[in-house]
């Protein structure tokens, strides 16, 4: 059996489920997010899958290990959250999404900057109160422009393309930049010149301890004044603090984020009904050149296709020993 703690992908995995995997588990969909609380509930499992914003840390890890759980199914391609030592230490089958559709979240890359830099949301605002005044609403050409990706892998590589298509100039930095990267697609540089060069500088590598906070004070100062910061990556790449500072100088013109620091305590409680309060958060919603979503890169009929198809590939895996 398998515990799932999240249910709007429901009707992706039975359609995949009942095709391939009605004789092999019985699946239980639940709304609510893993955490030491609700562990306990899936104590009649073998496996539970899980979601970016489900807590995965040595004492849920255990508690799950203690009630039988045997393998922790990712449905997404981070794996930052999970205690990995524990897991291994527990003996627990771990595995991800590592590519579901790099081109899903690459695309709402480039939605969020084109939203931020042409105000669409504003606008939309304003003329359902039957305003059509464009005051306020001046863009930039992105044709022309210097678009900076930070991680080339699949999604960064996904979106060079797209922007390229825009006809930006590519820079990128990845200091393990793969072949796929080609000098026709751009150049890698250093990440001090590609803050220094870039109009939009927008975020695609993992968040490790290497990472947490690559975009801070320092390296902020070093963005060409009015540039826009766009992450759709995790979180905890970015020193929201300081980016408030950058805002409030008006260095930075823009900043749009899929993804937020405190992202874990604050989202993905859509089923409880609680409402968020959150200082920094409130802080940052105050400014008109912020836009933020609830991390839904990933949200699209054909990604969550493929995250149910590959989640359940791992889980026959799993079976299959
Ligand atoms: P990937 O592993 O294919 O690519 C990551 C790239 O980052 C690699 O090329 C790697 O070399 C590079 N990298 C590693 N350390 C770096 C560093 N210090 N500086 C610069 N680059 C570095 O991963 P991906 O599939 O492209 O996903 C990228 C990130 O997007 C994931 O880590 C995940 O957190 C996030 N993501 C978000 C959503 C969403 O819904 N918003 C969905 C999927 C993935």
Known sequence: AVFSAKAYDRTYFDKVSSARFADLCTIEYHTFSLSEETAPLAHSCDAVCVFVNDTLDEPVLRALHAGGVRAILLRCAGFNHVDLLTAETLGLFVANVPAYSPEAVAEFAVTLVQTLNRKTHRAYNRVREGNFNIEGLLGMTLHGKTVGIVGVGRIGLAAAKIFRGFGCRILAYDPYAGPEFTSELGTLVELDTLLQESH?????????????????????????????????????????????????????????????????ELFYNDHSGEIIEDDVLMRLLTFPNVLICGHQGFFTREALTEIASVTLSNLSDFVGG
Do not use: F, Q, W
């Open 200 to 264: 939009v500088v927008s975020l695609h590598c993992p968040l490790t301890e290497g990472t947490r906070h690559l975009i801070n004070g320092t390296t902020l100062a070093r963005m060409k004044p009015g540039a826009m910061l766009v992450n759709t990556s995790r979180g905890g790449l970015i020193d929201t603090a300081a980016v408030i500072e950058a805002l409030k100088t008006h260095h930075l013109g823009g900043v749009a984020l899929d993804v937020y620091e405190a992202e874990g």
